[in-house]
C-alpha cells in the first residue's frame, strides 16, 4: 500500500517516503547524511546501521575534521573537494526541476540529498525516481521525467551518449530494419522489453504468428 504524501510537511514527507532515508542528527546534518549515502552507494557492510543512525560518529567526525563551522550546507564545495570521485546533487525539496547544487559533474556515482531550507536540514536520497515520483531519468542531463524527454545530450533512437551519427547504415536481418551506423546497431542489441532482447524477442514473436 502506497502511503499518501499530499498535505505533509517536506519533513512529514521524508519521512513516510521509503526512497528517503532521515537523519536524526539536527547539528552537522550534511556529513551525516554524506555519510550514510556514501555507504548506500559503495555497499558499505555498514550502511543499515548508519541509515537507523548507529555508529554515524566517528565517520562523521572524521569527514569534519577539515571544515570550519560543522559541515553545514554553505560548506558543501568544501566537502565536494574531499570527495571529488564523486558528484553530490542537492535538491531543493522534493522537486525534480530545483537541484540547489550539483558538484562534480564529470563523476557518474552520485550522491542525491534533500534540503530543507525551513529548517537548513538535509536528508538522504536512495532512490531519486522513487522519491520525486518519475518514471525514468535521462542518461545524458540526469533530468527527472515521465513521458518523453528531449534531450541534445542523448541519441534519440537508442538512448546512448553521444548521439549516434550517421556513417554507414547496417541492415539486421531479424528485425528487418536499417540502422544508421555500426554504434547505433550494437547499442540497440542490448535494449530489452519484457526481460527479452528486442531483437530476439521480435523474432520469437514473428515464429508465433
Not at 17 to 29: D, E, H, P, Q, R
Not at 99 to 117: E, W
Not at 160 to 184: A, G, H, M, N, V
Request: net charge positive; aromatic share 10%.
Amino acid at each position: 500500500m502506497v502511503k499518501k504524501t499530499i498535505g505533509h510537511s517536506l519533513d512529514e514527507t521524508n519521512a513516510i517516503k521509503k526512497s528517503i532515508v532521515t537523519v536524526k542528527s539536527a547539528l552537522s546534518c550534511l556529513a551525516y547524511a554524506l555519510i550514510i549515502v556514501l555507504a548506500g552507494v559503495s555497499c558499505d557492510p555498514k550502511y543499515q546501521s548508519y541509515r537507523h543512525g548507529y555508529g554515524l560518529k566517528t565517520p562523521v567526525e572524521d569527514l569534519l575534521n577539515d571544515l570550519y563551522d560543522g559541515g553545514v550546507i554553505e560548506e558543501f564545495w568544501q566537502v565536494q573537494d574531499q570527495i571529488s570521485d564523486y558528484q553530490i546533487i542537492v535538491f531543493n525539496g522534493l522537486n525534480a526541476d530545483k537541484v540547489m547544487i550539483s558538484g562534480n559533474s564529470r563523476s557518474a556515482k552520485k550522491l542525491h540529498l534533500v534540503y530543507n531550507r525551513d529548517n537548513e536540514h538535509c536528508n538522504v536520497i536512495i532512490n531519486l525516481k522513487g522519491a520525486m515520483a518519475k518514471q525514468y531519468i535521462c542518461n545524458g542531463c540526469d533530468t527527472l521525467y515521465n513521458k518523453t524527454h528531449p534531450c541534445d545530450v542523448v541519441c534519440s533512437l537508442c538512448t546512448d551518449t553521444p548521439p549516434c551519427t550517421k556513417d554507414q547504415t547496417k541492415y539486421c536481418r531479424i528485425c528487418k530494419r536499417q540502422f544508421l551506423s555500426e554504434k547505433y546497431f550494437q547499442n540497440y542489441l542490448t535494449l530489452k522489453w519484457k526481460g527479452k532482447l528486442i531483437c530476439q524477442w521480435r523474432q520469437v514473436c514473428r515464429k508465433c504468428r
